[in-house]
């Protein structure tokens, strides 16, 4: 039934807890819905506001008790841990480290992940690796390299002799996230074993084999190199080819050929004025050798039974056309040479023409 108040309230702050001294007007409003000035930026220690109601017509003016308060050290924010896990790479496959074990020689990284509570945002510090010559990831180590959480991983470690070897990974912690340091990483450099290769044959062919030719006659050979593996690739590579003259040292012919998209490979042309023997008459017998680029084994095809052709002497076929001395006779086949027969002729003639004449001067004398 009695009416609201219609003063005003001011408002005093104080550098103290007690309200002693003049203080500090913080403010003057009407009494319904009033609040003091803010008082910002505020440094530890003790503070406090006292507010005086002026009075009305229907009220008395009054002082308020005082009201102390403390601006104290800020306590940290809470942070939330995380986990930290490693895995160790090979650097020659990008791929994780099959049963921790490298083949001497080889090369690896590590790579770690902060896995944090899915309702946090993402880890944004940094993860520093450090590289140990031991399997327990004891004493100071070796830096290896820091980046930031996301997508990190280790400098490579190259060419590791025999031997054991660790990681370890240390998140530094950001505004959300506790630092963290992970498990120790073992792997161990064992003996390197060569990796498996598939097995290769290689077969030739010739036009020329088992038959004889002519002196200076252009022959080639061809090489087919196949997979002995089932369903294997087509090798790759390249095939060597090589003469040998009568059972002597192989030669090589040209240079080595690459193998086409089916595996075969063609020798250059060997001519009368190709070596070896330059195809003087004699036996020849071609010989192959692969050498293979990629997941396959070297091969040789070395067949002088079925891979072997003749050079004959004077022509295809064994026929004979060695010199001889003019008015001589071979001895091959016992028949004159031209020249000899030429002679003989004429030698003919001289006789019939010699008992002519003896006739003629006997008819005369009688």
């Not at 009033?34 to 006292?50: D, I, M, P, Q, R």
Request: aromatic content about 8%; overall charge negative; some cysteine.
């Amino acid at each position: 039934a009695i009416p609201a108040a219609t003063g005003t309230i001011s408002y005093t702050f104080y550098s103290n807890n007690t309200c002693a001294g003049p203080g500090t007007a913080a403010g003057s409003l009407f009494a319904l819905g009033s609040k003091s000035n803010t008082e910002s930026n505020l440094v530890l220690g003790a503070y406090s506001f006292k507010a005086t109601y002026s009075g009305d017509s229907h009220y008395n003016s009054k002082v308020s008790d005082c009201e102390p308060f403390t601006v104290t050290a800020a306590p940290p924010p809470t942070k939330v841990n995380v986990n930290l896990s490693t895995i160790v790479f090979d650097a020659a496959t990008n791929k994780a480290l099959d049963d921790l074990k490298l083949s001497a020689g080889g090369s690896v990284y590590d790579t770690s992940r902060v896995v944090t509570p899915s309702a946090i945002p993402a880890a944004t510090g940094t993860i520093s690796y450090t590289f140990y010559s031991n399997n327990t990831c004891a004493g100071p180590g070796t830096a290896a390299g820091s980046l930031f959480a996301l997508g990190s991983k280790s400098n490579t470690e190259a060419t590791l002799v025999l031997g054991a070897y660790s990681f370890k990974a240390t998140y530094s912690g950001d505004s959300h996230y506790n630092s963290k340091v992970s498990d120790c990483e073992p792997f161990a450099v064992t003996e390197g074993s060569a990796p498996t290769k598939d097995e290769t044959s290689v077969t030739t062919q010739s036009s020329e084999i088992g038959s004889a030719v002519a002196p200076g006659a252009s022959v080639t050979d061809t090489a087919t190199v196949t997979n002995k593996t089932s369903g294997g690739a087509t090798p790759t590579g390249t095939v060597q080819f090589k003469l040998s003259f009568n059972d002597g040292a192989a030669t090589n012919v040209g240079s080595p050929v690459t193998l086409d998209s089916t595996g075969k490979a063609t020798s250059a042309a060997v001519s009368g004025t190709t070596t070896p023997g330059d195809t003087a008459p004699g036996t020849y017998c071609w010989q192959a050798f692969f050498t293979a680029t990629g997941n396959f084994n070297n091969s040789s095809g070395t067949a002088k039974t079925n891979e072997c052709f003749t050079v004959a002497t004077g022509g295809v076929e064994g026929a004979t056309a060695t010199a001889t001395p003019t008015g001589g006779v071979l001895a091959d086949t016992g028949a004159n040479t031209p020249d000899q027969s030429f002679g003989l002729v004429l030698a003919a003639l001289g006789l019939l023409a010699m008992v002519g004449g003896a006739f003629a001067w006997r008819r005369r004398e009688a």
